[in-house]
T-cell receptor, first 113, second 114 residues
């Protein structure tokens, strides 16, 4: 089945730790995205990538980093600089072009302990 | 700056009712609008995608309309079922500026009771 796989489903981070969220897609999509979802707020864009080895900051990139070394993979690192990382993180992908449909993974819930 | 609003925030209806969810956006310059469903603790499932040149799209019991000039979209659910209970999100892709991202509303939480 084609789709987007995010792992882990649940992740716990201690203060001062960096953690990496995995996102893999087998849809052969060029574009990939990371969104953050908080209760009562709409999804907010963290980073996106339109092509391998290139990515751009979204609206709330501070405290996060990404890489895009392979077309099918777009991992997100939540660094210790992110002061309020507890949230639900969603990865998405789409074909290139503004008229295309976006597809989402099942999400990773990150909690700071 | 494009903003997306969904009203109501929550809706509870008996099974069998036809219902309408609303989505409004402030800038009519959009490429498309997409409706999603989200179950608790889960990711988003794409329901319908309407391009800016289209007026509506249908999938099964779902029908989404788009009135770009007035900045509105509606999602019509016919003969609602308890399995339709979920949060419904709409998102627009701006037609100028940041065309690479989707801008989301905060969703309508729907409960259909037997």
């Amino acid at each position: 089945d084609g789709g987007i796989t995010q792992s882990p489903k649940y992740l716990f981070r201690k203060e001062g730790q960096n953690v990496t969220l995995s996102c893999e897609q087998n849809l052969n999509h060029d574009a990939m995205y990371w969104y953050r979802q908080d209760p009562g707020q709409g999804l907010r864009l963290i980073y996106y990538s339109q092509i391998v080895n290139d990515f751009q900051k979204g609206d709330i990139a501070e405290g996060y980093s990404v890489s895009r070394e392979k077309k099918e993979s777009f991992p997100l690192t939540v660094t210790s600089a992110q002061k309020n990382p507890t949230a639900f993180y969603l990865c998405a992908s789409s074909e290139q072009g503004a008229s295309t449909e976006a597809f989402f993974g099942q999400g990773t819930r990150l909690t700071v302990v | 700056k494009q903003e997306v609003t969904q009203i109501p925030a929550a809706l509870s209806v008996p099974e069998g009712e036809n219902l309408v969810l609303n989505c409004s956006f402030t800038d009519s310059a959009i490429y498309n609008l997409q409706w999603f469903r989200q179950d608790p603790g889960k990711g988003l499932t794409s329901l319908l995608l309407i391009q800016s040149s289209q007026r509506e799209q249908t999938s099964g019991r779902l029908n989404a309309s788009l009135d770009k000039s007035s900045g509105r979209s509606t999602l019509y659910i016919a003969a609602s079922q308890p399995g339709d209970s979920a949060t419904y999100l709409c998102a627009v892709r701006p037609g100028k500026g940041d065309t690479d991202k989707l801008i989301f509303g905060t969703g309508t939480r729907l409960q259909v009771f037997p």
